[in-house]
């Protein structure tokens, strides 16, 4: 078991558990938290599968909990749904001192935690990520959002968990497919700033793409320290914290434009697009080699991820734009990209030039 903290001075530290059967310690590690009563808001998928362990445990601690299960999948992230789950925990009657759990992955964990973070001007959370997405990235940082038909992410807050239990062996049970999804965030962090850790994914830790649960992990271990580091230094992304978003300018907009349908595109499948075209983009523009490209298409490629926008669908150029230019890295009309140097060498461009972001569209194969 690993213990790695989150700290920086404008929140209250707490700890990311990585380890294997962590949902059987739930309850000792939670009752300290919760006065008594908790409520586990999951997904129907998970709450089959996983929600039970849970259950068992925080009754052995002693620990009341009540389920709320939304349905599974990304249209969760909706007003319709926060609604829903604000009503049940009302209905609940749940007070300032009990606690919310977010059981399942970064759909259950953004939606709950952003009716945490309203539900009486804010009660505390506990992540508990069971997929390899939420837990290497979502369940860390407090980013907690709703998608509108206008772009992602576009309602939310920021509301750090009081806890995060990244149990390794429940990723058992998710598909290959989600495994895959995950890995994506997993590459992005060596992309932005760690070429070693970049170069294990690569070769030895490529297991972990492949479900292995040794390579899982280690790559859940290093992406929690490269995210809690960022966190750490840049809560509310003033600056440094923009460089978790590689690969998302392109990739939300796309997301986007696929009507959040996660079948035809998951979130992690569109960071792996998107981080190849921010890699092509500064190749572009001569900041990066074409031998640095061709490594990071092939390592996405290999992790069985999309690397090019044909493989997503056909998208219009200048509605990707229109997307992008609603992102919430855009200041004053202008876009920020997140590029990079070369790999582990990502950094914040701002005021790109959108005409020749639409000449790149296009080159990538959108349409004029
Ligand atoms: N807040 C953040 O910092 C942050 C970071 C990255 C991604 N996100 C958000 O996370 C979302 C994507 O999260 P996701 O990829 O975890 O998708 P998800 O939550 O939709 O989970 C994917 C699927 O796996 C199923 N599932 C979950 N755990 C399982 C398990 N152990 N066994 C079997 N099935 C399981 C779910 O029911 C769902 O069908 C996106 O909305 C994205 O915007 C947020
Ligand atoms: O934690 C962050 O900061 C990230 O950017 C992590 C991303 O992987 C994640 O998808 C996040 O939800 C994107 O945030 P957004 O601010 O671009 O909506
Ligand atoms: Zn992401």
């Not at 996660?262 to 998107?274: F, T």
């Amino acid at each position: 078991m690993t213990i790695i903290p989150v700290s920086g001075g404008a929140f209250a530290a707490y700890e990311v558990v990585v380890g294997r059967g962590l949902l059987a310690q739930a309850g000792e590690r939670i009752a300290p938290l919760a006065r008594g009563r908790t409520v586990i808001v999951t997904d129907e998928t998970v709450a089959a599968i996983h929600a039970a362990a849970l259950t068992a445990s925080l009754s052995a601690a002693g620990v009341k909990s009540e389920i709320v299960a939304v349905p599974a999948g990304e249209a969760s992230k909706s007003f319709a749904e926060l609604e829903r789950v604000l009503d049940r925990l009302l209905e609940i009657g749940l007070d300032r001192k009990d606690v919310v759990i977010a059981l399942g992955g970064g759909v259950v964990g953004d939606l709950a935690g952003l009716a945490a973070a309203l539900y009486m001007r804010g009660v505390d959370f506990v992540q508990i990520p069971t997929t390899l997405l939420a837990q290497v990235d979502s369940s860390v940082g407090g980013k907690t959002a709703i998608d509108t038909p206008r772009g992602k992410n576009l309602v939310g807050a920021f509301h750090q968990p009081r806890l995060v239990l990244a149990d390794i062996d429940v990723l058992a049970t998710l598909p290959a497919r989600q495994v895959k999804s995950g890995w994506a965030e997993v590459l992005k962090h060596g992309l932005i700033c760690d070429a070693g850790f970049f170069d294990w994914l690569a070769g030895e830790g490529s297991a972990g793409a492949e479900g292995d649960p040794a390579a899982l992990e280690r790559a859940v271990i290093r992406s929690v320290e490269i995210k809690s580091a960022v966190v750490g230094e840049d809560e509310k992304e003033a600056g440094r914290r923009a460089l978790l978003n590689l690969g998302h300018t392109f990739g939300h907009a796309v997301e986007t434009e696929v009507g959040f349908d996660e079948d035809a595109l998951a979130h992690g499948e569109a960071v792996a697009l998107g981080c190849c075209m921010a890699f092509r983009y500064s190749a572009r523009e001569g900041l990066c080699s074409a031998e640095d490209v061709a490594r990071v298409e092939a390592v996405v490629a290999a992790a069985g991820l999309p690397t090019r926008l044909d493989q997503a669908g056909v998208f219009g150029a200048d509605r990707l734009l229109a997307l992008m230019a609603g992102d919430k890295k855009a200041e004053g009309g202008a876009l920020t990209l997140i590029l990079a140097r070369g790999i582990g060498q990502a950094f914040v461009s701002k005021g790109m030039d959108a005409d020749k972001v639409r000449a790149f569209l296009i080159e990538e194969g959108a349409t004029a």
